[in-house]
């Protein structure tokens, strides 16, 4: 079973961990609702940066000079609605899924036979109940919570930038191939370590539980000397799986950043130029700019997600 599963695609196992997402549909549904909110809150900031300065700074428009600043707190308030709905309703159903992975990993081992219990040791079973299920629901949860809200943003951003100016757009996805092949290769990487990384809390819980359960004799044979070496070498090998899972996780995010400066560079140099020319106003050079720099949070949040993806799959 083992083996089949690690043969199975990343598609295949999202697919078969989202079913047990689905008896709370209904609660994932305010989540999706909450994060569309959030998203389109996210859009309408630099999308409202042009007309507010091009109408106030330069037109002198009244009426937006006296409700801009209201419009500005509504805007805010409909963000943290948005935001608190999708955040608490996920983290509900994440909750549920721990507490059904568990039941039912607790039936399926109560009818297992003798055979499976002696060729599996009791830590690995009980780091399979506390540490593998947290993995596997922020999977489940959270990863599909960044998925949604940022993917919208992203589109939304996209989109409205196209809309100003749909040449220097096009420039900027030159970044998207070697992202693309960045994420690829940190995210086999964070599958490998991750996998390893599980072994290794599994031998590290067993050791604690057989010292545990065998400390009388420990201390008549003094074995002291000999488990504090075998939980050392156990620890230390759980530690080094763990950092190169975080050297993975922690390159990972300022390359990708590094390539969306570079994207910005060269947008924020050839709008200057513009603004020279006299070809764009400073409402639509603020507002580009701000819907460019407001795409480096979301997807700093995209790639940084594919290690915990990676942890649950």
Known sequence: MVRAMQHMTSTQL???????????????????????????????????VKPFLDG???NQDPVLIKWTPVALVLLFVFRGIGSFLGQYASAWVGNKVVMDLRDEMFRRMLALPLGYFHDNTTGNLLSRFT????????????????????????????????????KLTLISLVMIPPIALVVRYFNIRL??????????????????????????????????AYETDRFNATSNSL?????????????????????????????????????????TTVGGFVSFLAAMLMLTAPLKRLTGVAEHLQRGL
């Open 14 to 48: 999202y697919f078969r961990l989202l079913a047990y997402v689905r008896p709370y549909l209904w609660v994932f549904a305010f989540a999706i609702l909450g994060m569309l909110i959030s998203a389109a809150t996210e859009v309408a900031l630099p999308a409202a």
């Open 56 to 58: 106030t700074f330069v």
């Open 131 to 166: 540490y593998d299920v947290a993995q596997v629901t922020q999977a489940a949860t959270q990863v599909v919570t960044v998925l949604v809200k940022d993917t919208l943003t992203i589109i939304g951003l996209f989109a409205y930038l196209l809309y100003v100016d749909w």
């Open 191 to 224: 599958r490998n370590t991750s996998r390893s990384t599980q072994t290794a809390m599994g031998d590290l819980t067993q050791v604690v539980q057989e010292t545990i359960d065998c400390n009388k004799v420990v201390k008549i044979f003094g074995g002291q």
């Open 239 to 279: 530690r080094g799986y763990m950092m190169k899972q975080t050297a993975a996780a922690a390159a990972n995010v300022p390359i990708v950043q590094l390539f969306a400066a570079l994207a910005t560079a060269v947008v924020v140099y050839y709008v200057t130029v513009q603004a020279q020319q006299n070809t």
